[in-house]
């Protein structure tokens, strides 16, 4: 139940949980819209291939710069919806995402599809910039920690629900269904949005477009956060393949009836349950220390989604969990690997972006941090556009092969891992040398100031 207008112009009180109804209305609208883009984005290259007739490469490509755009566009869509007011950008934010949503639902053609790609992707890029800004113009000093966890929490519990509901829409109603499942969670998003949805007195707040872009242009230019970015590229490369890679990887080793969306499901599962205490045995270690802790991680993770067939030539094809229920081993080594990448968040995430607020100037904290997830603009580029052509050499399209070929084909598709192994072996490596750079650059930094 939503709260009532009146609450909102109640003054907070010492209760952690108390906020204003905006917040709620909020954090509960974003719950759809994530419930929303994660059943498409778990499908999105089987559905740019299966349905609109794209090659693996294209349906790749594309899904990568449709990823991309969604990281790379909210600090500018955000300068827009400050000069227009939050509610009204968040209406036109929602209307754009369900016409979007229903539209690659309705018209599966490749002239419609790229079209409705990039209204999902302004959309969802406004939604991104308003709802944290809204979070932190709703919240104290005092609460704005706890604001952010219900928030981050809002967005882990829709990712989770938009993806269980995505497998038994496909397999019952097809891919199709699934954006229209969307579109009704954006279009119930915007009648809440409508109706108890304040609008945010932010007069001379917010930055004009241009500044936003001057601030990009600084952040690209600062050398040690640029370097930085790359580097976890590496980890956000392997991470993308749970919607690049596996869905098309396991449905084609394993058969129709698995579920990649319940395999991707793990990653938010272990994040929600894991992040809080690493973060906390944490807390007393340097930032890039836990980061090269979780860079570590990613080959390891790559390497057991590689090593199904190890654990087929001893279990065979079916492995038995204590007589309660069997999975096939590429599922099983699927999952292992997906555990330890969300392990591997618990240790990067919080502290890059601690490490990457700590580098900005005073006063410019929320600008570079709007840009500091630029690592997933080029890991999406760069992730999905590899799966594109990894999946055509080592797991093709069955569609493209004939009864005779079907039989081999599959046989060296775990290649496949090991290329993402490679990727996260050289981020992890990469890590700890530029820990040491930095050392040495911020003692000598230390030193100068202490003779001037």
């Not at 984005?41 to 294209?58: E, K, M, P, Q, S």
């Not at 580097?231 to 596996?246: D, P």
């Not at 969300?342 to 490490?355: H, M, T």
């Amino acid at each position: 139940m939503l709260p009532s207008h009146s609450e909102e112009q109640k003054p907070h009180t010492t209760s952690s949980w108390k906020f204003p109804a905006t917040f709620w209305t909020a954090n509960i609208v974003e719950l759809f819209e994530r419930s929303a883009f994660y059943a498409v984005f778990i499908a999105i290259t089987l559905y740019l291939t299966r349905v609109v007739g794209f090659n693996d490469i294209w349906a790749a490509w594309i899904g990568g710069v449709f990823s991309a755009g969604m990281y790379f566009l909210p600090p500018f869509t955000g300068a827009f919806a400050d000069k227009i007011g939050f509610r009204k950008a968040i209406l036109f934010a929602f209307t754009l995402l369900t016409i979007g949503y229903f539209t690659l639902g309705a018209l599966p053609y490749k002239t419609a599809v790229i079209p409705a790609l990039v209204i999902l992707m302004i959309g969802g890029s406004l939604i991104k910039s308003i709802i944290t800004g809204t979070v932190a113009k709703n919240t104290t000093a005092e609460k704005r920690a706890r604001g952010y966890s219900i928030f981050y929490g809002m967005v882990n519990i829709g990712s989770f629900l938009g993806k269980t509901f995505a497998f038994p829409l496909r397999l019952k109603w097809g891919l199709e269904s699934i954006n229209y499942y969307s579109a009704a969670m954006t279009f119930i998003a915007l009648l809440v949005v409508f109706f108890y949805y304040r609008e945010i007195r932010n007069e001379g707040e917010g930055k004009s477009l241009r500044e936003v872009w001057n601030g990009f242009v600084r952040v690209t230019t600062k050398g040690r956060l640029v370097v930085l970015i790359i580097i976890v590229t590496g980890f956000w490369i392997i991470q993308h393949q749970m919607y690049a890679t596996m869905p098309k990887y396991v449905l084609r080793t394993v058969g129709e009836h698995a579920s990649p969306e319940w395999i991707a499901n793990v990653n938010p599962f272990v994040v929600m349950t894991c992040v809080v205490i690493v973060t906390h045995f944490m807390k007393h270690v340097k930032a890039l220390s836990s980061m090269i802790v979780g860079m570590l991680l990613m080959p390891i993770s790559a390497l057991l989604m590689a090593s199904s067939t190890l654990v087929q030539s001893f279990g065979g094809l079916s492995i038995s969990f204590f007589g309660l229920f069997s999975a096939h081993p590429i599922t099983v080594m699927l999952i292992a690997g997906i555990v330890v990448q969300g392990l591997a968040e618990c240790f990067i995430s919080p502290r890059y972006l601690e490490f990457f607020s700590l580098h900005a100037p005073k006063g410019e904290e929320g600008l570079y941090l709007g840009f500091s997830h630029l690592h997933s603009f080029l890991s999406s580029l760069l992730g999905f556009g590899l799966s594109g052509y990894l999946l055509t050499a080592y797991c093709p399209d069955p569609r493209t092969l004939s009864a005779e070929q079907l039989h081999h084909a599959y046989d060296n598709a775990y290649y496949i891992w090991y290329y993402f192994a490679a990727i996260g072996f050289v981020a992890a490596i990469a890590l700890p040398i530029y820990q040491r750079i930095m050392e040495r650059i911020e003692k000598n930094e230390a030193r100068t100031v202490q003779r001037s």
